[in-house]
């Protein structure tokens, strides 16, 4: 039987804390499983499509090229998937030393100047998995501001989405993650119960609408 496999964007989702000590996953994270698990008895897959994922799509390049300017590097867009048992998931940024990760942030009004504005659980969580699926020791979590494409941004300000006068130091916030095994075994451990819960939901769906289980 082959099961469903948490991508590392979505394991800080079910990282959040259970109320009852006995428990595993919380009620938030059963709640998003409980989406996973009907879109695999369903066959269908849910979208997410706005603005701020067009435009992270649409400028990554843009993104990766701005991180060469400020770090004097030549990164490349990193290809490849790699899985384990409980993940799957595809770096942006892959070196021999460290996994990053580029957010393209919408406009100046989003993107976190400050270092401690950029920190976010999930996110670290997200970099965590990283770290495990390529074995690296440290996770770099690049928020980039570049200017929207006009067709993105239709009406809003220039002055808040036109930024390449600024320059490109004050346009990359960085936040660096170091590996820590504890906190790995943690998110292994909330991965495989993760994994279970799913099975769990999708043979309750079909068992209530009298549909023979097939695995």
């Not at 989702?13 to 919380?26: D, F, N, R, W």
């Not at 701020?52 to 060469?68: A, M, V």
């Not at 940024?93 to 957010?103: A, C, N």
């Amino acid at each position: 039987m082959s099961l469903y496999k948490l991508h590392p964007s979505s394991v800080g989702k079910i990282m959040t804390v259970p109320k009852a000590k006995t428990e595993v996953l919380s009620v938030g994270a059963k709640t998003y499983l409980k989406g996973i698990a009907r879109e695999l008895a369903y066959g269908f897959r849910g979208e997410l499509d706005n603005k701020y994922l067009r435009k992270g799509i649409q400028c990554e390049d843009d993104s990766i090229e701005l991180l060469n300017q400020v770090y004097f590097k030549s990164y490349k867009k990193h290809s490849g998937r790699i899985e384990t048992d409980l993940l799957s998931g595809e770096c942006d940024i892959l070196t021999p030393d460290y996994v990053r990760d580029v957010k393209t942030s919408w406009s100046l009004e989003t993107f976190p100047v400050l270092i401690e504005d950029a920190e976010d659980t999930l996110y670290e969580w997200q970099g965590r998995a990283y770290m495990h699926l390529y074995d690296r020791q440290e996770f770099r979590l690049d928020f980039c501001m570049v200017t929207t494409p006009e067709e993105l941004r239709k009406y809003e300000s220039e002055e808040v989405h036109c930024v390449d006068h600024i320059p490109p130091e004050l346009r990359v916030t960085t936040v660096i993650y170091k590996r820590d095994m504890g906190l790995e075994e943690h998110m292994l451990e909330k991965c495989q119960a993760a994994q279970l819960y799913i099975e769990e939901i999708k043979k309750r769906i079909l068992s209530d609408h009298n549909y023979e289980y097939e695995s």
